[in-house]
T-cell receptor, first 116, second 114 residues
Framework: DTGVSQNPRHKITKRGQNVTFRCDPISEHNRLYWYRQTLGQGPEFLTYFQNEAQLEKSRLLSDRFSAERPKGSFSTLEIQRTEQGDSAMYLC??????????????FGQGTRLTVV | SQKIEQNSEALNIQEGKTATLTCNYTNYSPAYLQWYRQDPGRGPVFLLLIRENEKEKRKERLKVTFDTTLKQSLFHITASQPADSATYLCALDPSPGSASKIIFGSGTRLSIRP
């Protein structure tokens, strides 16, 4: 297992188009997180899954954003009708999620989205 | 409101000196506090986790302290090297005892000059 994998690494899209990103977490990690990061800022929480259940979604996330984790394995993040303000690095992370307290998160390399 | 605050200004340190980074939080009762390193264009990498019943944690040249009374964690790098230059993020679980997200601070950029 080589860690958390994200695809694509880079995506350039025209405003108004839909984009989908994929995240493959570390095998057997129960928790999967999506974050968004802009220059000079820390990762901003978007949503997270415990197995296949989406437990929380940020109130900052508009209805244009949707995430899935079918079968509790890989996850996809879709952004519909992209806007220039969506340009950012989208980070995925996974953690073992044993018990109720969080342990460390393992991050992927991220997908850099540029909306032109 | 809940906040995690880190030094927003970059920290410049002479090689060999100890770098100290600060993380302050308000309106959280974290059971765990974590520190990550992030290099440009890459995802954060976990460094250390400290529990609320631990005052101090060490790993090689790294030391983290956790003061739940002051609501502050300090992150120290001793004998700093240019390779330690990166952004350092603190993070915590805002709802210990129930499965929840991990919240990150904005990070402090550290530069070690030779």
């Amino acid at each position: 297992d080589t860690g958390v994998s994200q695809n694509p690494r880079h995506k350039i899209t025209k405003r108004g188009q839909n984009v989908t990103f994929r995240c493959d977490p570390i095998s057997e990690h129960n928790r999967l997180y999506w974050y968004r990061q802009t220059l000079g800022q820390g990762p901003e929480f978007l949503t997270y899954f415990q197995n296949e259940a989406q437990l929380e979604k940020s109130r900052l996330l508009s209805d244009r954003f949707s995430a899935e984790r079918p079968k509790g394995s890989f996850s996809t993040l879709e952004i519909q009708r992209t806007e220039q303000g969506d340009s950012a690095m989208y980070l995925c992370a996974s953690s073992p999620g044993t018990g109720l307290l969080n342990t460390e998160a393992f991050f992927g390399q991220g997908t850099r989205l540029t909306v032109v | 409101s809940q906040k995690i605050e880190q030094n927003s200004e970059a920290l410049n340190i002479q090689e060999g000196k100890t770098a100290t980074l600060t993380c302050n939080y308000t309106n959280y009762s974290p059971a765990y506090l974590q520190w990550y390193r992030q290099d440009p264009g890459r995802g954060p990498v976990f460094l250390l986790l400290i529990r609320e019943n631990e005052k101090e944690k060490r790993k090689e040249r790294l030391k983290v302290t956790f003061d739940t009374t002051l609501k502050q964690s300090l992150f120290h790098i001793t004998a700093s090297q240019p390779a330690d230059s990166a952004t350092y993020l603190c993070a915590l679980d805002p709802s210990p005892g129930s499965a929840s997200k991990i919240i990150f601070g904005s990070g402090t950029r550290l530069s070690i000059r030779p």
